[in-house]
T-cell receptor, first 113, second 114 residues
Framework: DAGVIQSPRHEVTEMGQEVTLRCKPI?????LFWYRQTMMRGLELLIY????????DSGMPEDRFSAKMPNASFSTLKIQPSEPRDSAVYFC???????????FGQGTRLTVV | AQSVAQPEDQVNVAEGNPLTVKCTYS??????LFWYVQYPNRGLQFLLK??????LVKGSYGFEAEFNKSQTSFHLKKPSALVSDSALYFC????????????FGQGTTLQVKP
């Protein structure tokens, strides 16, 4: 398996633009996590899906952020409109059934100017 | 609510010496505990986990961790540090039997000097 695949790897956008980050989890995994990593706040859990259903989105910072998982093999994290303070590395991770360890993608480095 | 604390922002150790990276946790039920490592510009890599059983668990690259229920700790250890172990280390706890959320500590930078 190729592991968790995130795209794009790097994204530079202007303030106010819409940004969509994509994630393909490992086949057969039923849990998917979106995290944001910054120097100031470390690694924050934004949202967690189980069997394609959002279980906990309490970490989503505000209404500008939304996430979807239309099927077991794809998820998106959208920011609209983007702001400079959204600049961070966004990670997607997936895990198989049974509350075991999660496997991380390489991340998307987002820069909003 | 579940939480993880890594009390040290940075740990410095000389190559060949033993290392310890500290972690304490809080969770309502029985914890699933994990350690991950992150190298610059990379994603997090799984090192080891505690689910149940022996309190001392062994993982990748010679790392091990000791689960202590009374102290709610899960410290990462290695008998002899290598310069190549220098990286950012994260402790994590998963809320077993409840939501399944995976929460990370703030991370500890390990610097191993030759």
């Amino acid at each position: 398996d190729a592991g968790v695949i995130q795209s794009p790897r790097h994204e530079v956008t202007e303030m106010g633009q819409e940004v969509t980050l994509r994630c393909k989890p490992i086949s057969g995994h039923n849990s998917l996590f979106w995290y944001r990593q910054t120097m100031m706040r470390g690694l924050e859990l934004l949202i967690y899906f189980n069997n394609n259903v959002p279980i906990d989105d309490s970490g989503m910072p505000e209404d500008r952020f939304s996430a979807k998982m239309p099927n077991a093999s794809f998820s998106t994290l959208k920011i609209q409109p983007s702001e400079p303070r959204d600049s961070a590395v966004y990670f997607c991770a997936s895990s198989p059934r049974g509350n075991t360890e999660a496997f991380f993608g390489q991340g998307t480095r987002l820069t909003v100017v | 609510a579940q939480s993880v604390a890594q009390p040290e922002d940075q740990v410095n150790v000389a190559e060949g010496n033993p290392l310890t990276v500290k972690c304490t946790y809080s969770v309502s039920g029985n914890p699933y505990l994990f350690w991950y490592v992150q190298y610059p510009n990379r994603g997090l890599q799984f090192l080891l986990k505690y689910i149940t059983g022996d309190n001392l668990v062994k993982g990748s690259y010679g790392f091990e961790a000791e689960f202590n229920k009374s102290q709610t700790s899960f410290h990462l250890k290695k008998p002899s540090a290598l310069v190549s172990d220098s990286a950012l280390y994260f402790c994590a706890v998963r809320d077993m039997g409840n939501t399944g959320k995976l929460i990370f500590g703030q991370g500890t930078t390990l610097q191993v000097k030759p």
